[in-house]
């Protein structure tokens, strides 16, 4: 089992920059793909990135695209997700998520998928203003 926690969330004006962490805990981190979500208020909860066990592998929404980039840390057991250039529809709770099935060709298909995940944070709140 492992334990995530997101930090970094805040208040931004739009166009600014938002660096979101997760610290995972429990068993070895580098076994697990990691994901982050969101879930803006009224709405369902959507994939914005995710990256392999190793970090060789990358996805992106398109609505995140250019903006944002997510990475790793596998000795310091941490995911990142850079904000760039936020927009006012960026505004939402931000997950981390853990899955541990192994990467495999199928990896580009399943990883959007929030069903695929075994565990979650409990969310870190971004907002963006005007």
């Known amino acids: 089992q492992v334990q995530l926690v997101e930090s970094g969330g805040g208040l931004v004006q739009a166009g600014g920059s938002l660096r979101l962490s997760c610290a995972a805990s429990?068993?070895?981190?580098?076994?697990?793909?990691m994901g982050w979500f969101r879930q803006a208020p009224g709405k369902e909860r959507e994939f914005v990135a995710a990256v392999s066990w190793t970090g060789g592998s990358t996805l992106y929404a398109d609505s995140v695209k250019g903006r944002f980039t997510i990475s790793r840390d596998n000795d310091k057991r941490k995911v990142f997700l850079q904000m760039n250039s936020l927009k006012l529809e960026d505004t939402a709770v931000y997950y981390c998520?853990?899955?541990?099935?192994?990467?495999?060709?199928?990896?580009?298909?399943?990883?959007?998928?929030?069903?695929?995940?075994?565990?979650w944070g409990q969310g870190t709140q971004v907002t963006v203003s005007s």
């Open positions: 429990g068993r070895t981190f580098s076994d697990y793909n």
């Open positions: 998520a853990a899955d541990q099935t192994p990467s495999s060709s199928t990896w580009y298909v399943r990883i959007p998928r929030i069903f695929e995940y075994d565990y």
